[in-house]
């Protein structure tokens, strides 16, 4: 068992998750989570030399990139309408992650 990916795929799934409770609760403790959690799983994929790791940091960084705006959009400007709407789109990065590397998982496993 590659115990790297599985704790990069722990972090993303907790990202779409806690991103996920965001958009039920919309509290900003939820969505600091999420950013945090997120910002973990991009560092975690900084060093990973897979087939489709571009693919992976680039769609981590792009729910980094929605979650971090939408921590301040709620917190200083009290946005709900803007922050729920980045959150939305952190979202569909994290599912395009995780669909990526099911694809790289099915790759990797049709190579032996």
Do not use: C
């Amino acid at each position: 068992m590659n115990w790297g990916k599985v704790f990069y795929m722990f972090f993303t799934l907790m990202s779409l998750t806690t991103s996920a409770a965001f958009l039920y609760d919309h509290s900003i403790v939820a969505l600091f989570i999420a950013g945090s959690v997120n910002v973990i799983s991009t560092l975690l994929k900084i060093g990973v030399r897979n087939l489709l790791s571009a693919e992976l940091l680039a769609g981590s960084l792009v729910a980094d990139l929605h979650l971090l705006p939408a921590f301040f959009a709620l917190q200083f400007y009290g946005n709900d309408a803007l922050a729920t709407g980045l959150v939305i789109g952190a979202v569909i990065a994290n599912l395009y992650t995780i669909f990526i590397s099911m694809i790289e998982s099915a790759k990797e496993k049709a190579d032996f």
